[in-house]
């Protein structure tokens, strides 16, 4: 009788429950109804105008410029000798129409000039922009001078105020489709252009000299025949370094070779085998690039292969060495990187200005990662390459730009250098006098729009962007939101966790008699219930031991706090679980242990919910 009159009440105090809660419920459900759908179907995150702080020595990301098009090139940068930072890329304003779009920021990062650069060209691409010691700046870049003409190499001359000051000049023959070239400069002043034309396999290399006193160029010479390419390097002893691709012994092979060019020797000399390329209908390749350092030369490239058309493409990243005095070949290693968002940083000893790399050696899943689009810094005395990665930001993941740092003939380690909302590509990656490193490139996916972001290691740059905003926190408040809302998806793994101790209190209530939940033994059953309802939690969701609260929804949240966060938020949970039993059974004098554990199991899943929802979706 006694539980009998127990159920009772309980099914009466629940009764009382539900119709004091129901007028709050309906308005919570339409209030949360557009919320819930925004979140559903709406972005994954809520960018702020500035990206995240991706490393200790690089700035924010800074979106400097829109209506960025193109699959190949970025947008190319160099920095003159007040430190302004000057950018070129291409604008397409209709299917027929394109042009070019000059940009121009100070020494703080803000924008000074912006205007459109009216060449008269089709389908600019694959641009390239230089700065000579007088100050103005050199255009390269693969054009057509008319629709159906074919694709033919093309130079400009700007200002220094970034207006058209000669051309376009055409530079190959115009006969015949340019496919690929590459551009390297010496101490005279002369930039040495190299690039490929023909029809089909049949590509011919060709080379010429632009003097620093004239536009026009020199006679163009044919270096090589049947050959792709090509890549060219000077490094710190003026020497040009010079890569072209040859026909393997089979169709899925190419042979990599390497020439030099200098004062000593102005022809260039045959060139020696380095390395064997994958090639061929089944391989797409991004690169190969080349960086230098002093003693060595880096060819980095990543490879993506695919068996079939229905199984899925597996991505590697390669880099081969070679010694620039002797040109002997190294090795080829294949390497991957973790995919951390926030990888762990040791101080490092760099001649540009940066101090901390995150060691290589990391633990990595080897082809988990897609490492693409390798861009080579600039310099000539040290070694780094900029690419996109693959990054897991919370439950998603994203392409970023990464900064590989190479040295001693081996890849040391990388830098994040840049944390967006979107999907980051084709990045460019120069210095200036100081030593500062500057880094462009592009955010979003063709067709759709796209934004050039723009990155330094300045510190006048970052001393002015380095800093929390209230748009970050408007950001944070969304995000958070939209995240708590998320966690709906999540309530089916709750009832995994009510049943086991709503068993157990049902069990025990039987014997508890009136007492009920307001007893010792009743306490103890209490605690029991509990102790299973969070084992059961922690069971089915592993991931909430290591999941940061708060850190998808906010993800500058600083490291020093993921501790304290992990600790304190599930023992918050629990406090106010148990302050809800408290007001249950002393304020509502409620005797039933089935209402009094049903009190603390739903407002413990409800914050749980909202406040792990991420981390649950992170851990299935």
């Known amino acids: 009788m006694a539980a009998g009159n127990a159920s009772s009440g309980a099914s009466g105090y629940l009764r009382s429950i539900i119709r004091g809660l129901l007028p709050w419920i309906i308005l919570a459900l339409l209030g949360l109804g557009p919320l819930l759908a925004c979140a559903l179907i709406g972005p994954v995150e809520v960018g702020s105008e500035r990206g995240l702080k991706s490393a200790p020595d690089w700035s924010r990301a800074l979106a400097v410029g829109s209506g960025f098009h193109g699959t190949d090139g970025g947008a190319p940068l160099v920095v003159d000798g007040q430190h302004r930072v000057h950018f070129v890329w291409t604008v397409r304003l209709s299917a027929e129409e394109y042009l070019l779009r000059y940009l121009r920021l100070d020494d703080r990062g803000l924008v000074e000039e912006e205007h459109d650069l009216n060449i008269g060209l089709y389908e600019p691409r694959k641009v390239r922009l230089l700065l000579d010691s007088e100050g103005s700046m050199h255009v390269l870049l693969l054009g057509l001078e008319a629709r159906g003409a074919p694709s033919s190499l093309f130079h400009l001359r700007l200002a220094d105020d970034g207006h058209l000051e000669e051309g376009p000049t055409l530079l190959s023959s115009g006969r015949s489709p340019c496919h690929q070239y590459d551009v390297a400069t010496d101490s005279t002043g002369s930039i040495h252009l190299f690039w490929t034309e023909g029809l089909g396999q049949e590509r011919d290399l060709y080379h010429v000299t632009l003097p620093p006193d004239r536009v026009e160029p020199g006679a163009s010479t044919v270096i090589a025949r049947g050959v792709s390419g090509p890549v060219a390097r000077t490094d710190s002893r003026d020497r040009i370094h010079l890569l072209w691709e040859e026909p393997g012994e089979d169709e899925e092979t190419a042979e990599l070779y390497h020439a030099v060019l200098s004062d000593e020797s102005p022809e260039i000399s045959p060139g020696v085998k380095l390395l064997d390329l994958p090639t061929g209908a089944r391989f797409d390749r991004h690169g190969p690039v080349l960086a230098l350092d002093d003693e060595h030369g880096y060819v980095v490239w990543t490879q993506e292969y695919r068996a079939s058309r229905m199984a899925a493409s597996v991505m590697e990243s390669w880099y081969g060495t070679f010694e620039l005095d002797s040109g002997a070949a190294g090795r080829a290693t294949s390497f991957s990187l973790p995919m951390d968002e926030k990888p762990v940083y040791v101080e490092y000893d760099a001649r540009h200005n940066y101090q901390y790399v995150s060691p290589s050696e990391g633990d990595a899943e080897p082809r988990s990662e897609r490492i693409a689009e390798p861009s080579p810094l600039d310099a000539m005395d040290e070694a780094l390459v900029s690419s996109s990665m693959i990054v897991r930001r919370g439950i998603s993941r994203e392409s970023q730009i990464t900064s590989l740092v190479f040295a001693e003939g081996s890849l040391v380690g990388y830098q994040l250098a ?65 995240s708590a809302v998320k966690g709906v998806p999540t309530m089916p793994f709750i009832v995994l966790w009510v049943i086991p101790p709503l068993v157990w209190t049902f069990v025990a209530s039987r014997f508890l008699g009136e007492g009920g939940a307001r007893s010792v033994w009743g306490y103890l059953a209490l605690a029991i219930a509990i102790v299973i309802y969070q084992a059961g939690k922690l069971y089915f969701n592993p991931g909430l031991l290591s999941y940061v609260p708060f850190s998808v929804s906010v993800p500058f949240l600083p490291a020093h706090l993921y501790g304290p966060l992990q600790l304190l938020v599930p023992v918050a949970i629990v406090v106010v679980g148990l302050l809800g039993v408290v007001y249950a059974v002393f304020r509502a004098e409620t005797r039933s242990l089935y209402v009094a554990s049903l009190v603390f199991i739903l407002i413990d899943a409800f914050l749980t919910m909202i406040i792990y929802g991420p981390g649950i979706a992170l851990a299935g």
């Open 418 to 482: 840049c944390n967006t909302a979107h999907w980051s590509r084709l990045s460019n990656l120069t210095s200036d006098s100081d030593g500062n490193l500057h880094l462009s490139w592009a955010d979003g996916l063709e067709p759709g729009p796209s934004q050039v972001y723009y990155a330094t290691t300045s510190p006048l740059v970052r001393d002015r962007v380095d800093h929390i905003t209230a748009d970050d926190l408007l950001a944070a408040a969304l995000n958070t939101t939209f």
